[in-house]
């Protein structure tokens, strides 16, 4: 299934993406989505916290939406466009799919927040971090 996708929408989108993940972004944003071949929104990534030459965090939803094409894209807008020395994703210790996806992505495991989503342990936030130097595989241009 081919995904497109579509930029310059950041309000909508984000919006979209807070109501899967119950949650609201604060501007400034970016926002990326990602639309299937019948034109519905099946995926968004939301870049916030951004700071200059240092860190941008990543907020991904839309698990079936995501493809190499698109991990590419999102790694090179983040480390060439934005010139991040490093990207930062965090999900809930309950989220086990999303654990074992990021370390094959290049991500390590940085550290835990206790209680960040909730008040149970599961409900700790696990950080972790994309340097550019782990985002080789990902930096390079596909071939069509």
Known sequence: ??????????????GWA????GV????PYTAFGFVDASGSLCGACVLNDYY???NVEITYVGPQSITRRIASFMAR????????????????RSNVTVRRLLPKGGFAFEYTQKRYFGPRSGDDALVFVLFRENAGK??????N
């Open 24 to 27: 609201q972004f604060q501007e």
């Open 52 to 54: 200059p030459g240092g």
């Open 77 to 92: 807008f983040c480390f060439e466009e934005l010139q991040a020395t490093r990207v930062t994703a965090k999900t809930k």
């Open 1 to 14: 299934m081919p995904v497109r996708i579509v930029a310059g929408q950041d309000v909508a989108i984000a």
């Open 138 to 143: 990902w930096l390079r241009r596909p071939s």
């Open 18 to 21: 807070g109501e899967q993940l």
